[in-house]
């Protein structure tokens, strides 16, 4: 954060982080609801990996996403297209989950494909009411147990929680950069294999 007063331009520059090497497919899952830019989080990392020359693969399960609905996306990176043999990934075999909703990301499909102290998990920890709040005038989601399976599945260390859409509002005046927003926390925390030069001109281009 620069000093009070201080222009954006004079702000120290942050070190760029280490990107992990792609020694085997890297893969990643990215959640959410419908509506919410998850497709376009796809769009955009598999740009960027061919910008780069790499090989990607993606598939996106919407299921019934146009009312609101769980959205995942599957999402392979490798050095060339011959080093990906599927697209979807099997249990215990994601380096990065992107949860752009902590209700889809603590469910057994996603808690199944985490590896314990491999798998880096970045969650919204903002709040969407599913539909059952519309039966239950009292319900409340159980935040607090979908973090405590996600560290347990996940461990401490490689599980991050920040509420993406209030900083994206406060930021862009949008929410709808939540998942654009984590997608940029991934880099920064190293659990992105792709530089940030392939992520912005992806964006520029989408």
Do not use: C
Not at 36 to 55: D, F, P
Not at 66 to 76: E, L, N, T
Not at 162 to 181: E, P, R, Y
């Amino acid at each position: 954060r620069g000093e009070a007063g201080a222009e954006p331009s004079d702000w120290p520059v942050l070190p760029d982080p280490s990107v992990p090497l792609i020694n085997h497919p890297y893969s990643i899952i990215v959640t959410g609801i419908g509506g919410t830019g998850i497709v376009t989080i796809g769009g955009i990392v598999s740009m960027a990996a061919h910008l780069e020359g790499k090989g990607v693969g993606v598939v996106d399960m919407a299921g019934l996403a146009q009312k609101g609905g769980a959205v995942y996306s599957h999402i392979r990176i490798a050095n060339t297209p011959d080093d990906i043999h599927a697209i979807r990934v099997a249990a215990a075999g994601v380096d990065l989950v992107l949860g752009g909703d902590i209700v889809v990301d603590g469910n057994k499909k996603v808690l199944s494909a985490i590896k314990p102290g491999n798998t880096r998990v970045i969650v919204n920890t903002a709040e969407f009411l599913p539909g059952d709040f519309t039966r239950n005038a009292d319900y409340s989601l159980p935040t607090e147990r979908l973090k405590r399976a996600i560290v347990g599945s996940a461990g401490a260390g490689r599980s991050n929680f920040v509420d993406a859409s209030q900083l994206a509002t406060a930021l862009l005046g949008n929410s709808i950069g939540a998942n654009m927003f984590m997608l940029g926390y991934a880099y920064q925390v190293g659990a992105l294999p792709l530089s940030a030069e392939a992520v912005e001109r992806a964006i520029e281009m989408n």
